[in-house]
């Protein structure tokens, strides 16, 4: 669906990529308006910094934890929700026997935690982890959607191929030798739109409504008043092309 487009402000949706099952973003704007509106206002406001693809490690964490404060400072907080299944089993007395007293158990299962939870949304930050973190969170929002817990859900991930491209040209005018700018965000069975798309379009979500927010080349710190070089917004040198690579290195150095 494309509620997202009727909802979300011109200037979001210039920066950010949004997919959704089940007119996600029109549920939101509708019943909970103070949360769209905190929603609207986190991507707003949120860059990627060039040392978040650049800086050693800057891949893996520091973007979202800055992402998840963002949610924190508005009182979505981290939850679980785990499953407990009470049995209880009563014998009934035969001719005069007294009653007994019933034989009760207890089953805890543990579930998975959100990232961000608040009023009946539940929203998770996925931007460079393992690709079957999306089964997990897509499966924890369908669970607790027929459990009447949520109204829908919200994932925050990231888009792939621009964003490969974005970092290798950084990391190449940072100086990066070439082997190691190719290597940022060089792994694909990480958590992206691309995985993303088709676990919706199968349905994996159930019936839960989910909106879908993916940073991309258009969400790094300055694109949108242009001053990142044109070159690296967009990227118009296949990362295979070798000789291409080395000759931008040695522009950016020189």
Not at 217 to 233: D, F, H, I, S, Y
Request: proline share 5%; charged share 30%; with cysteine.
């Amino acid at each position: 669906t494309f509620s997202y487009k009727q909802v979300i402000p011109e200037r979001v949706l210039d920066r950010w990529e949004f997919r959704e099952v089940r007119n996600a973003a029109a549920i939101l704007h509708a019943t909970n308006r103070r949360r769209f509106d905190e929603l609207v206002e986190i991507l707003d406001s949120f860059e990627i910094l060039t040392s978040d693809l650049v800086t050693p490690g800057g891949q893996e964490s520091d973007l979202a934890a800055r992402l998840n404060s963002k949610f924190r400072d508005k009182g979505w907080r981290e939850a679980r929700t785990d499953t407990v299944i009470q049995l209880k089993l009563q014998r009934f007395p035969y001719q005069g026997e007294p009653r007994e007293e019933p034989f009760e158990t207890e089953v805890v299962n543990p579930g998975y935690k959100v990232d961000n939870f608040v009023d009946r949304i539940a929203s998770d930050v996925e931007w460079n982890a393992k690709d079957g973190n999306l089964d997990r969170d897509l499966g924890a929002y369908r669970f607790i959607y027929e459990a009447g817990l949520i109204d829908l859900g919200i994932l925050v991930t990231r888009t792939q191929q621009d964003l490969r491209e974005l970092g290798r040209q950084l990391g190449l005018q940072a100086g990066m030798p070439l082997d190691k700018a190719k290597k940022i965000l060089g792994t694909t069975t990480t958590t992206n739109l691309d995985k993303l798309q088709p676990r919706l379009t199968r349905g994996d979500s159930g019936g839960c409504p989910v909106l879908v927010a993916a940073m991309c080349a258009r969400t790094l710190e300055g694109a949108a008043t242009q001053t990142v070089p044109p070159t690296v917004v967009v990227p118009d040198v296949s990362i295979e092309d070798e000789g291409a690579i080395e000759a931008e290195r040695l522009l950016a150095e020189g």
